[in-house]
């Protein structure tokens, strides 16, 4: 059983950045595939971006160039750097993990563990 914690969100201008971090609690953190996905008011939730054990990377094209993603499994935490932020990128951020998956099967099939969510505000 994994909890995840993030932390890290808040309010910014547009063309601003955050950095969002997702603890999780277990002692395998190094095996599980790592994702972050959001969910805008009025819309289904979308994968944003994952990296593997072996640190792969997969972005959604909405993101790509703008947030990095990251882990450090001596910290058993994950990251999202979100740069040049836009209006658009408002959401509840959430992450998830799942063991010994691709990045790209994360993003289509979503997480065995989820995080509460965090807001992410971006103002024009």
């Known amino acids: 059983q994994e909890t995840l914690v993030e932390s890290g969100g808040g309010s910014v201008q547009a063309g601003g950045s955050l950095r969002l971090s997702c603890a999780a609690s277990g002692r395998t953190f190094s095996t599980y595939t790592m994702g972050w996905f959001r969910q805008a008011p009025g819309k289904e939730r979308e994968f944003v971006s994952a990296i593997n054990w072996s640190d792969n990377t997969y972005y959604a094209d909405c993101v790509k160039g703008r947030f990095t993603i990251s882990r450090d499994n001596a910290k058993s935490t994950a990251y999202l750097q979100m740069n040049s932020l836009k209006p658009e990128d408002t959401a509840v951020y959430y992450c998830?993990?799942?063991?010994?998956?691709?990045?790209?099967?994360?993003?289509?099939?979503?997480?065995?563990?989820w995080g509460q969510g965090i807001q992410v505000t971006v103002s024009s």
């Open positions: 998830a993990a799942t063991r010994l998956i691709s990045a790209q099967a994360l993003s289509r099939i979503g997480g065995t563990y």
